[in-house]
């Protein structure tokens, strides 16, 4: 079992930068692909971003490329993602997931074995 804590979410003006911290705990940490998904209201959880095991190989959703960047610290069991430019549509709860889904990118939330709690991010505008 792998347990993820996210936090850093909160709320921000539109323009603005947050940086979400996801804590890993359990299993180890290294062999996972570690993605972020988000679900605004009402809507289907999506996929955001990936990071492969090593940290070498990055994948982010059209909506967030450029803004966004994901990153991870092995030796601290911790992955990130940088949020820059916040829009209002960027809005929603951002779950981290573990996965080892073998195919990449794995874009799919069925590929992910292991899910945080999730943190709100609200961008106003």
């Known amino acids: 079992q792998v347990q993820l804590v996210e936090s850093g979410g909160g709320l921000v003006q539109a323009g603005g930068s947050l940086r979400l911290s996801c804590a890993a705990s359990?299993?180890?940490?290294?062999?996972?692909?570690m993605g972020w998904f988000r679900q605004a209201p009402g809507k289907e959880r999506e996929f955001v971003a990936v990071i492969n095991w090593s940290g070498g190989r990055t994948y982010y959703a059209n909506s967030v490329r450029g803004r966004f960047a994901i990153s991870r610290d092995n030796a601290k069991n911790t992955v990130y993602l940088q949020m820059n430019s916040l829009k209002p549509e960027d809005t929603a709860v951002y779950y981290c997931a573990a996965g080892d889904g073998g195919s990449w990118p794995p874009l799919g939330s069925r590929l992910y074995a292991y899910w945080g709690q999730g943190t709100q991010v609200t961008v106003s505008s």
């Open positions: 359990g299993r180890t940490f290294s062999p996972y692909d």
